[in-house]
C-alpha cells in the first residue's frame, strides 16, 4: 500500500458547514453522545485516516474506536467502529466522514475486484488521472489499498505522449526525443496500431501504451517486443475481459473504471444520545 496523504478535510467540511450547522445547534452544547458505523454490504474497507481527520477537526475529544482494520474485507452488517463524544461534532461531521468513507471504501472494493481477477500473471493493474476532482491522492491510495498500482499522479511526473503530441511534435520518435530533454521522468507513448507500436519500440521509451488493441495485435506487440520495453494495454477494458489480456504477456493494464464509475458503499452511522451532566436535556 502507498503511504496514506495526510488527510486535509477543510474544504470538505465547509462545503457541508458553510456558517455553521443550525440543526445540530438545537442540541444543548455540553450533551455527549455515542455512535457506531455499519456497513450494509460487502466492502473493502478504506479511508479511516479522512473519516478520523473530520471529527478530530470538529473536536479533538472525539474518541473513535475501529474494528476492522484498512484493506480489510469485510461482510455486509459488520460493524466498522464506535464514536465516542461532543453530539453535536458527531452530527455535524456524520455526512462528511461516511461521504469520504464510502467513496474511498469503494474505489477500494472495485480495485481488490480488478486485482483479484489477474492474480498470478504478473501483471499489474494500473489507475489513471480519472478520478474525482479534489480526491485524487485519496482514490490513488484507495486504488493501493485495494491491491491495484497508481499510474502517474498528475501531468508533472511522468510523460505521456498521446496521438495530439505526436501531431505537434512531428512523429513519434521526435516526441520521445523531446521528452527526454525535457523532463527527468518516466516516458511512455501511447500508440493505436502495430505500425505505430514498431516506430514507438524504435524510439525506445520506457514504456509503450497499447490502446483500443485487439487480444490478437496484444500478443503481436509482445512478440514483436521481445521483453525489451514495458507495455501498458488502455481502453474498454472490464472484469469479465481483463483476464484474457493479462495472459496476452503485458506488464500493465490501466483501468480508468477504478476511480471513474464507483458507486459508493452503502454506510449507517447510528447515533445514541447520552446526557454525561444533570440536567443537560431539561
Request: aromatic share 4%; glycine share 8%; with cysteine.
Amino acid at each position: 500500500m502507498t503511504a496514506t496523504p495526510v488527510p486535509d478535510i477543510v474544504a470538505y467540511l465547509q462545503e457541508d458547514i458553510g456558517t455553521g450547522d443550525i440543526t445540530a445547534a438545537i442540541i444543548p452544547e455540553a450533551a455527549q453522545a455515542e455512535a457506531i458505523v455499519m456497513t450494509r454490504e460487502a466492502m473493502v474497507v478504506c479511508g479511516q485516516p479522512w473519516f478520523n481527520a473530520v471529527f478530530m477537526a470538529l473536536n479533538g475529544d472525539t474518541r473513535i474506536v475501529w474494528h476492522v482494520a484498512e484493506g480489510e474485507p469485510v461482510a455486509a452488517g459488520t460493524t466498522l467502529c464506535d464514536l465516542d463524544g461532543s453530539a453535536r461534532a458527531l452530527l455535524t461531521g456524520e455526512r462528511t466522514a461516511l461521504n469520504l468513507l464510502q467513496t474511498l471504501s469503494a474505489t477500494a472494493t472495485v480495485a481488490r475486484q480488478y486485482a483479484d481477477a489477474v492474480a498470478g500473471t504478473g501483471c499489474k493493474v494500473l489507475d489513471t488521472r480519472k478520478t474525482i476532482p479534489g480526491l485524487r491522492n485519496a482514490q490513488k491510495y484507495a486504488v493501493a489499498c485495494g491491491g491495484c498500482h497508481n499510474h502517474r499522479m498528475g501531468l508533472y511526473d511522468g510523460v505521456l505522449i498521446k496521438e495530439n503530441h505526436i501531431i505537434a511534435a512531428g512523429s513519434i520518435a521526435k516526441a520521445v526525443h523531446l521528452a527526454r530533454k525535457q523532463a527527468n521522468a518516466t516516458v511512455e507513448v501511447e500508440v493505436e496500431s502495430l505500425v505505430e507500436f514498431q516506430e514507438a519500440v524504435a524510439a525506445k521509451p520506457d514504456r509503450i501504451m497499447l490502446d483500443n488493441f485487439t487480444l490478437d495485435e496484444m500478443q503481436s506487440a509482445v512478440a514483436l517486443n521481445y521483453g525489451n520495453i514495458a507495455l501498458e494495454v488502455s481502453g474498454n477494458i472490464t472484469l469479465e475481459n481483463i483476464r484474457g489480456v493479462a495472459e496476452t504477456g503485458v506488464d500493465y493494464i490501466s483501468v480508468g473504471a477504478l476511480t471513474k464509475h464507483v458507486r459508493a458503499i452503502d454506510l449507517s452511522m447510528r447515533i445514541n444520545l447520552i446526557a454525561r451532566s444533570p440536567g443537560v436535556f431539561e
